[in-house]
């Protein structure tokens, strides 16, 4: 059996737990500052948060940005990124990044794949060209990149599929894990308190999430992932797997709940006890015209707002609402202007950050459980229609 | 005959001449704001300069906004606007705007009109509506949106069109221009020191250019515009256009080419004795993946970009050029990323804006044909494709 190395870091700092949930309260300190926890991460596929620029990231005092190894690996390609410095500089962000490690987008957005105990050999969904990708190399790509906190290649089974196969899917996600980690100190890919998080899979059964938490924390990691979660499964099994593996998780590393979710989701996932979050939802509901408020979501087209002359959310100190109108929204939506989008999107991250703050308050302040219960009686999941 | 009305107003302050050529220096009164001419207009058809907020209008101190009546007519409607106070306040700039009429965009873009001297019958080429315009409605309308310059009904007669097509339009243009005065003035639409400018028509005919601006200066308005030029006429018999119009043009107002141009175009106008300027290629040209730099255009899709880590133009002080470059511009194009688009419109806006700046300052120091003759001397026209 090979060593278990560890990281080495002391990244996480656990500041404060809520009596009455699984709450907490920490810092997360990286090479490019310190995150409070918990947070969300608005999400760069590309490099860049969809319609945002740096400037109005730093403006709304996003914490992180989240981007992906895949994407920039496809396009514009590593080599690029080289020269330009790193991820930071070439998108012009000085505060952390995490990059995914692009597992989920091959195994969802590549037309062809085959997965091998080696690596994973993929056509791009971009221009069809094949490439293979090892554990190591999605580890030293992310080197180049800078990344603050990498994830390595795992394999996220798809909902709904067979135990046999989610099984097959946590083990090869292990034994990358491992080589991942390896790798990672063995060839001093890592600078200065560059992290490296664990991803736990499968799948939606109870034994197998708990042989991967209990193999993951083994492997020893910067902090802990739950993967393959919002794959399609209903949101009450996905709450009930991750209430099977947070038991499992040392209390001194952050964890991050990945790809989750809507507001109310993220405030029971905060109560469940995680401590990071991403989603493309605000950007993505921005871009098809909807607006996120403490009561759910604003679908902005419909005539009801043509001489509404409120802003998008009232209770909102962000710029968007603080200068412009559902009105006015509205017919920029309707005239097919892409500042229209761009407004939501910065409201609606804007809305998902300030939420998390929120939440820290709470937390701090020890009513986070009267926070938890108000936000949910409010806030309408799916008021206009399903995601 | 009627009695010749004055719109009364002192709005214009003649600073300084060139003596070497016919260019102009001085300052514009409006209601929101004095503006230093010669000055350049983003366009903000739909009541927003397409990508740009008004933040960033601000930021890169935009003078003023053009916005088009006949676009806010359809949509949202004059009563959406009149509700949110006036179109300062629904689009959120409280500096100048300029009306264009929509004289152009129904001669442009509605697919079935019907012209008489009473007023202009259109469908709405958004959802095929009938609508009947007079001049009158049309600055009711201004007067309601709460343009600090509006500009009157005018006939736009096509290029190329027979002479007597084009004396009918410009007669035309002659008698609405006189009922938009009497209108402003009679019914008190006029706000202190709301502007009325008079357009003159006369497509490429010597004589006819002549009879319009003696017809229109006769009458007597704020300023006065050259209309009915970029419609597809050599750029050569544009100036010539230019050159037989401006001796007849008083010298106490402002002088506006509508709808011009190229910064080489605008450069050759000044000096030509025009004061105010308006154009969508900034704008256009971004979202098409241009940048202009005082060499001409640079085509950002371009593969030669992909690792040139230089801003958009080295001589640029805004923000895009400060913070981005062009290896990343070229990744948001490529990727598709909405972000590409406004980074260059905003660059692009702010090449126009600062354009005339540097032109305000070359007439100040009497340096301005020397500026003229450096500046056409390095820009190429078209260097990567035609408009």
Known sequence: ??????????????????????????????????????????????????????????????????????????????????????LHSFMNWHKPILT????????????????????????????????????????????????????????????????????????RTTRWARRSKDFFLSK????????????????????????????????????????????????SLMFETLAWVEPLLPEAQPRYFMGIGYPDQMVRAVAAGMDMFDTVIPTRFGRNGSAFTNCGRLAMRNAEYIEDFHPLDEDCRCIVCQKYTRSYIRHLLNAGEILGLKLLAYHNVFFYIHLLERIRQAIEQGTFKQFHDNFLAHFKPNSEGAL
Chains 1, 2 share one sequence.
């Open 1 to 86: 059996m090979k060593p278990i190395l560890k990281t080495g870091s002391n990244s996480f700092q656990l500041l404060a737990k809520d009596r009455e949930t699984l709450a907490r309260r920490g810092i997360l300190r990286t090479a490019h500052g310190d995150i409070q926890t918990p947070f969300f991460m608005p999400v760069g596929t590309n490099g860049t948060v969809k319609t945002l620029s740096s400037e109005d990231l730093q403006e709304m005092h996003s914490p992180i940005v989240l981007s992906n190894t895949y994407h920039l690996f496809i396009r514009p390609g590593t080599a690029v990124i080289k020269k330009a410095g790193d």
């Open 100 to 171: 995914d490690s692009g597992g989920y987008q091959v195994f969802s957005l590549a037309p062809l794949r085959k997965v091998t105990d080696e690596g994973v050999q993929f056509q791009s969904h971009f221009d069809g060209k094949t490439h293979f990708l090892t554990p190591e190399e999605v580890i030293a790509i992310e080197g180049i990149l800078g990344s603050d906190i990498m994830m390595p290649l795992d394999e996220c089974a798809p909902y709904p599929c067979e135990p046999e196969h989610a099984q097959e899917a946590l083990e």
């Open 188 to 235: 001093k890919i890592a600078k200065d308190r560059q992290l490296l998080f664990g991803i736990i899979q499968g799948s939606s059964f109870k034994e197998l999430r708990e042989q991967s938490a209990k193999a993951i924390v083994e492997i020893g990691f910067d902090g802990y992932a739950v993967g393959g979660v919002s794959v399609g499964e209903p949101v």
